[in-house]
């Protein structure tokens, strides 16, 4: 059973940072054919967004909206998947989901999806 649990959410003034963090049980992150495993995130009243996709040899794409403030990697070892959020803005606040066994941006090709963390960002 694949389970995943993010972590390290929480508020933050603008221009902080944060990390989150997601464990995978049940799923090799190390895999290279393995397919995508990403960061999506959504607001009060939008849609579900992508954030960050990190292919199996950790090939990770952005967002133009994040790029150059965010770093999405993958620990093979720990089996786990981070989102080192720097430079917050008031527009970043939203619930961060970690997704896996999708492909690229597609979000409704991801199997397997976290609870969720939630990060606030004020002023």
């Known amino acids: 059973q694949v389970q995943l649990v993010e972590s390290g959410g929480g508020s933050v003034q603008v221009g902080g940072s944060l990390t989150l963090s997601c464990t995978v049980s049940g799923y090799d992150v190390s895999t290279i054919n393995a397919y995508w495993m990403g960061w999506f995130r959504q607001a009060p009243g939008k849609e579900r967004e992508g954030v960050a996709v990190?292919?199996?040899?950790?090939?990770?794409r952005y967002a133009d909206s994040v790029k150059d403030r965010f770093t999405a990697s993958k620990d093979n070892s720990k089996n786990t998947l981070s989102l080192q959020m720097n430079s917050l803005q008031l527009e970043d606040t939203a619930m961060y989901y970690c997704?896996?066994?999708?492909?690229?941006?597609?979000?409704?090709?991801?199997?397997?999806w976290g609870q969720g963390t939630q990060v606030t960002v004020s002023s």
């Open positions: 997704a896996a066994g999708g492909f690229g941006w597609s979000m409704s090709s991801y199997s397997h």
């Open positions: 990190i292919y199996g040899d950790g090939t990770a």
